[in-house]
């Protein structure tokens, strides 16, 4: 396997390669019959920001899938390595969630309102901050584990990150509950 290509790069070169998509939604979207240019603009900002959203969110599902891939019994080297990139790009992508994220509460057509009286949009915010939350201990593990050499993981220290990535995965598919049922008004 070329290493190289799952490293930080590559998420951005998955970046870059969302522009085609966004070039044919627009597309699509411009063939519509518009009420007026102002609402024309709104709807396309509406449409980018959740085209993004998804992309995003689709990228973290998928870098803490390779962690929970790569923390396992005789990690060291290179995977420990790959494993950093990894944990940082996973850091990086959810710092992004999180500014498109408040660009479609303030952006999005419902309007800010919508979201800050729903209480399905709570739910996802504190479901997220959980994430995080889980989040710090493996991010010091891996630290520690990068700066202490290239000698395996002990195999209790991987059982315990291994639980607290798990505990992320749980709460990330809470999100997801949340976000579907807000986006349809329910908690209103
Ligand atoms: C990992 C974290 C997140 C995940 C997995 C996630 C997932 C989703 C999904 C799947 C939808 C589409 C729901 C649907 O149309 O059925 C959505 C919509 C949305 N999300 Fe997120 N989201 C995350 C974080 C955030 C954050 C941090 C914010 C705001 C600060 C946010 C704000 C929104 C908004 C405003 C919508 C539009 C809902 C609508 O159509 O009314 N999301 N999210």
């Known amino acids: 396997m070329d290493r190289a290509k799952l490293g930080l790069p590559a998420v951005w070169q998955e970046m870059a ?77 959810a710092m992004a969630v999180i500014v498109v994220g408040i660009c479609r509460v303030i952006f999005g057509l419902k309007g800010w309102e919508y979201y800050l009286s729903n209480h399905a949009f709570w739910g996802k915010m504190v479901a997220f901050v959980i994430v995080g939350l889980l989040s710090i201990r493996p991010t010091l593990r891996i630290l520690a584990w990068r700066r202490s050499g290239a000698a395996p993981v002990p195999d209790g220290e991987i ?25 349809r008004g329910i908690g209103a």
Do not use: K
């Not at 962690?67 to 990086?92: F, Q, T």
């Open 17 to 93: 390669a969302i522009g085609v998509p966004f070039v044919v939604a627009v597309s699509i979207y411009r063939r519509q019959p518009q009420a007026n240019e102002s609402q024309r603009t709104m709807d396309v900002v509406d449409l980018l920001l959740a085209i993004l959203h998804h992309f995003l969110v689709f990228t973290l599902a998928g870098l803490l899938a390779a962690e929970l891939a790569l923390v396992r019994p005789g990690l060291s080297g290179s995977n420990l390595a790959l494993l950093g990139r990894i944990d940082g790009a996973y850091g990086g992508v």
């Open 159 to 183: 059982a315990a990150v291994r639980s607290w990535i798990r505990g992320e995965v749980f709460f990330l598919a809470l999100v997801l509950v949340f976000a579907a049922a807000m986006a």
